[in-house]
């Protein structure tokens, strides 16, 4: 894959969505040779941003513009590298389409990527058979990605998905004066309790390529089966991270469904069962990156419209609330003791 045509009409100073107008969309993709017939589409993602495209005389196109200097180009390109490899073995998922040699593109000043249309219904998770589906899905997905490591993309651990962000939010007033202690409390109990679990769990769990963020809205569903969407938060991590998104409801609900992915996952892919320990941890882990994640992005308008009741002095008490109901969860046996 060759490296990152930078095009003459890429500005030098670090653009803003603010000014990634409908015509400046279109224009990006008439400067690859795309006609737009005018049809333009806002799809949901506040991260980047994301539109279906009409072309003319053609089917509908999917661009993708990514937020300024969240990713190195590097990073971007080894994520569409990974979903290419996926494709080629062919695992159902949307690569980046190769154009003039090239998957990342610029357009004044913004690196965008084209995506074919894919489209399809959410999955149905209360379904057994979904759920076993899923697994051989994913099953695939990790057989290939522990064949090597990214190079470019972060690792999912304690330190990026937890330290760093609470310190983030301790650090840039975030949370509300009377609420401070009480949420740095908690907070730093729960990642004890993190630490406790990874320990349990021992230095050798394996980490692979990972989608990242592996849940219902980043799948949909044709009567082939699944597919991604959205590889964007792809990284290094424990494979379990792919598989407790997709669990639900009460403990011995959520038993029975890691029992139905892991049915069909472990026709392609061997589960350490070791990383059962790690569940709730990493759902702690993502509750506090997600706060931090909304608090790095507020000065976003798309946010302020989207997540209302951030910062807001009930969403702090929920989330200190949130914490403490983890902490004792972190000290329960695994789900797999109950299957």
Known sequence: MKSLNVQTAQTLTTPTFSLLTPDCVMNALDSLGYHCDGRLLALNSYENRVYQVGIEDSLPLVTKFYRPERWTNKAILEEHAFVQELAEREIPVVPALLIDGNTLHTFNGFRFAIFPKHGGRAPE?????????????????????????????????????GAEPLDFLLTNSFIPADLDAAYRSVA????????????????????????????????????????????????????????????????????????????????????????????????????????????????????????????????????????REQIPLMDEPPLGGLI
Request: hydrophobic letters at 40%; glycine letters at 6%.
């Open 125 to 161: 998770f209360e379904d057994r058979n979904t759920l076993e589906w899923m697994g051989r899905f994913l099953g695939r997905i990790h057989a290939v990605g522990a064949l090597k490591p990214f190079k470019y993309r972060p690792t999912l651990n304690i330190e990026s998905f």
């Open 188 to 323: 730093e109990q729960a990642l004890a309790g993190v630490r406790q679990c990874f320990e349990r769990a021992g230095s050798n769990v394996k980490t692979l390529r990972l989608h990242g963020d592996c849940y219902a809205g980043n799948v949909l569903w044709t009567d082939s089966g699944p597919h991604f969407v959205d590889f964007d938060d792809s990284r290094m991590g424990p494979a379990v991270q792919d598989l407790w998104m997709l669990l639900s409801g009460e403990r011995t609900d959520m038993a029975r469904q890691l029992n139905d992915v892991l049915a069909g996952y472990e026709d392609f892919y061997d589960f350490d069962s070791r990383e059962l320990l790690l569940v709730e941890a990493l759902r702690t882990l993502r509750l506090i990156h997600y706060s931090a994640w909304l608090a790095r992005r507020w000065d976003d308008s798309a946010f302020k419209q989207a997540f209302p009741w951030f910062n807001t002095q009930r969403y702090w008490q929920e989330r200190v609330l949130e914490l």
